[in-house]
């Protein structure tokens, strides 16, 4: 067990919806990064979250946003959503970029688009 | 040319073989390496984290880095039928996974046969 929490853990739901993606880090970790797999790219970075401020995006389309909570949990919200879409999200978590700590992934939301 | 190179396998050895499984990367600013385990439906799991040039041994895996070359290495000793998954190759500039996320390799599936 990572100590990475993702909730749910599968959601299906129909193109043009909005879905919201839950994560809890580590105990003490202040940043969260936010992936995307599919079978075609692999695992991509999205966005990063430290300390409840935006730290850098990836390959994030401007359909889907990311917040990080007072309590350090945060949330990805990914809305107009396309058949595209369709694929894991994986939140991982570190102490701090800068630290010298890896980061420890959670399992993942698979998000099934109809 | 992509980032990090990863051979998709499969990569099928009898139990008890050695394993060598390797990433090429183009970005010579990537200083710090890592190698995760992925079950099918399941999380990233870290394996290694290593910095710059050299080996790291931890029980039955050695990591290797060759910043000259662009080109890092784990070796799995005695495999075991449990260590058949997707091992992803990751890397980034900055320590703690960097403000900018991780670059991953797209895996390589290994199968150990009993």
């Known amino acids: 067990d990572s100590g990475v929490t993702q909730t749910p853990k599968h959601l299906i739901t129909a193109t043009g919806q909005r879905v919201t993606l839950r994560c809890s880090p580590r105990?003490?970790?202040?940043?969260v990064y936010w992936y995307q797999q599919s079978l075609d790219q692999g695992l991509q970075f999205l966005i990063h979250?430290?300390?409840?401020?935006?730290?850098a995006k990836g390959n994030i389309l401007e359909r889907f946003s990311a917040q990080q909570f007072p309590d350090l949990h945060s949330e990805l919200n990914l809305s107009s959503l396309e058949l595209g879409d369709s694929a894991l999200y994986f939140c991982a978590s570190s102490v701090g970029w800068g630290r010298d700590q890896p980061q420890h992934f959670g399992d993942g939301t698979r998000l099934s688009i109809l | 040319q992509k980032e990090v190179e990863q051979d998709p396998g499969p990569l099928s050895v009898p139990e008890g073989a050695i394993v060598s499984l390797n990433c090429t990367y183009s970005?010579?600013?990537?200083?710090?390496f890592m190698w995760y385990r992925q079950y099918s439906r399941k999380g990233p799991e870290l394996l290694m984290y290593?910095?710059?040039?050299g080996n790291k041994e931890d029980g039955r895996f050695t990591a290797q880095v060759d910043k000259s070359s662009k080109y890092i290495s784990l070796f799995i000793r005695d495999s075991q039928p449990s260590d058949s998954a997707t091992y992803l190759c990751a890397m980034s500039a900055e320590s703690g996974g960097g403000a900018d996320g991780l670059t991953f390799g797209k895996g390589t599936h290994l199968i150990i046969q009993p």
């Open positions: 970005n010579s600013a990537f200083q710090y």
């Open positions: 105990s003490g970790d202040l940043s």
């Open positions: 979250y430290y300390n409840g401020e935006e730290r």
């Open positions: 290593t910095y710059s040039s």
